[in-house]
């Protein structure tokens, strides 16, 4: 690695944490992508600016998505990445992998591309990094063959994700795995063909704690959530008390409704009050836990600032059971009906409900308007007057 | 459901408003379907156009291309990438 100075980049090693620039290096030798990745990227520290052009056109045949076309400004200098296409795989439900499923992939990626990834991209895919147009052909193959698929990207439904839910967490209220597992599979087609104005996130958690982040990063999020009341332990949380812990302060008093009150050893819960933050579940996990009577809320149009502001999702269905998936695959469908009718290019769903309004969008997809739909946690209801004016 | 126009017309008209628009305006996939239920009413559904498309694209005939939006486009020609 005589040839390969980089002293900006040689500063990101010298911190405590795990450098990537440390992880490169390993891998210069072996493959002249990541040496000339490396040199290009000093380089655009020293300048200040990004050498990478977005690539049009780059793609596997009969799939408008699941490669991102990169290519270098500087091909000349760069050679190595005159080209640098990533490719997302479709990772498996809640991220779980077997030590052979490993090293498939990494085995597939050492022949076809630069061997570097992530896992996970933010999206979910798991994701390759850098390889030349010919290779993705031979790529895609070698994927199939052992029965991975690529992700989304573009104007596409992305790769549906989820939080590991019942596979390891108490907490979980309906089965995030199966529900991804389940609309990856439905919907093929909305995930290969890109038919949107624009891309469209489905994320799954299993419970309000929203490990997804399903609230703030997807355009369709499927929250856990019970409707009957907390199931309590009074044995534990008499432990708790036992224990010297400062219930009071770390727990009824962080109630955001107050609803939470203390009996000597006992703790009681007004469930009728209770807005399902999860604190007091978190903080007791060993005295409390969720309800028994579990489903999920729906909400839907958040997105990060693109085009427009960031938005968080509203509520468009407080509680729907999740035995089947029948009543969610007809709300997605409605969804998408009337985004294919009424929305604009490049505009997400949040968008377009904005733009349209609420009101008429509920209509749209044939809901019925009630107080839940609120825009964030307790703030602006929208309340609908038309029933009122109707009767005077 | 196709009813009285084929799968294979609706491509083949598909790809002619692809082929004139060529260069000029980048359409999508819904511009296309749009294009044809504006065209034929009812005797065209939303699946037809989805097979249509799935016709044009795995025969090779179009291709998906990323620029401010999905759009189907003409086959690349060599080298157009990199511009
Ligand atoms: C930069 C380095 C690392 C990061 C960012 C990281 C991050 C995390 C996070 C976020 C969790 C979940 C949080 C939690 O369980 O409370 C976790 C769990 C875990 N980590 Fe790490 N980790 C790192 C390195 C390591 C290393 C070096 C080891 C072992 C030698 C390790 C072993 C584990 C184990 C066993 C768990 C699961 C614990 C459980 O199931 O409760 N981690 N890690
Ligand atoms: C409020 C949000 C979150 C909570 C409450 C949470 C909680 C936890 C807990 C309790 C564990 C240990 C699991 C166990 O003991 O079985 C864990 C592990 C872990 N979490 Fe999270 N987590 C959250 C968000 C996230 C996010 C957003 C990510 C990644 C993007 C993440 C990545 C991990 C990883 C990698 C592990 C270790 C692997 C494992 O133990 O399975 N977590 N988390
Ligand atoms: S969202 Fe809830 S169910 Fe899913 S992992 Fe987080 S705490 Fe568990
Ligand atoms: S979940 Fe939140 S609102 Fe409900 S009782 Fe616990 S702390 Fe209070």
């Given amino acids: ?392 | 459901m196709a009813g009285e126009i084929s799968i294979e017309q609706i491509a083949d008209e598909m790809y002619q408003l692809v082929a004139e628009s060529a260069g000029q305006k980048k359409l999508k996939s819904t511009d296309l379907t749009k294009a044809m239920t504006s065209k034929y009413g009812d005797k065209v559904s939303k699946q037809d156009c989805k097979d249509a498309i799935k016709m044009l694209i795995d025969s090779g005939r179009c291709v998906y291309g990323y620029y401010g939006g999905s759009s189907i486009e003409l086959p690349r020609v060599e080298g157009s990438a990199n511009q």
């Fill in chain 1, 1 to 392: 690695m005589s040839d390969l100075k980089t002293p900006l980049l040689d500063e990101l090693e010298k911190g405590a944490w795990p450098s990537f620039v440390k992880d490169l290096k390993t891998m210069a030798d072996k493959k002249p992508m990541v040496k000339d990745l490396l040199r290009q990227l000093e380089k655009s520290y020293t300048d200040k600016r990004g050498y990478w052009k977005h690539g049009g056109l780059v793609g596997v045949m009969g799939y408008g998505g699941g490669v991102i076309g990169r290519y270098s400004a500087l091909p000349d200098e760069f050679p190595g990445v005159s080209h640098f296409h990533t490719v997302r795989v479709n990772q498996p439900s809640g991220w779980f992998y077997t030590a052979d499923a490993l090293n498939e992939l990494l085995d597939i990626w050492d022949e076809h591309g630069s061997g570097l990834l992530n896992m996970h991209g933010s999206t979910g895919d798991l994701v390759f990094l850098g390889t030349v147009t010919d290779e993705l052909e031979p790529t895609f193959r070698a994927l199939t063959a052992k029965d991975w698929d690529l992700g989304g990207s573009g104007s596409d439904l992305r790769t549906p994700s989820c939080c590991v839910g019942p596979a390891r967490c108490q907490n979980a209220c309906y089965d995030t795995l199966a529900l991804t597992y389940d609309l990856t599979h439905k919907y093929q087609d909305e995930l290969h063909r890109p038919m949107f104005n624009y891309k469209f996130k489905i994320k799954m958690s299993g419970c309000p704690n929203d490990c997804t982040a399903a609230i703030a990063r997807s355009d369709l999020g499927i929250i856990g959530i019970w409707k009957d009341d907390i199931q309590v332990d009074q044995a534990a949380f008499a432990e708790y008390v036992d224990s010297g812990m400062d219930i009071q302060g770390a727990v009824v008093d962080k109630c955001p409704t107050k609803c939470i009150s203390v009996e000597g050893k006992e703790i009681k819960i007004d469930n009728s009050d209770c807005v399902k933050c999860m604190h007091c579940i978190n903080t007791l996990p060993k005295a409390l836990k969720v309800g028994k009577e579990r489903g999920a809320a729906i909400v839907l149009g958040a997105k990060a600032p693109i085009v427009e502001g960031a938005l968080f999702g509203s509520v468009m269905v407080p509680f729907m059971k999740m035995d089947d998936f029948e009543e969610l695959h007809d709300l997605i469908e409605r969804i998408w009906e009337f985004w294919d009718e009424h929305g604009k290019n490049r505009e997400r769903i949040g968008e377009c409900v904005e733009r349209v309004g609420l009101a008429n969008f509920i209509e749209g997809i044939g809901l019925e308007p009630i107080p839940q739909m609120i825009k964030e946690p307790r703030d602006n209801p929208y309340i609908f007057y038309e029933e009122y004016y109707e009767e005077e």
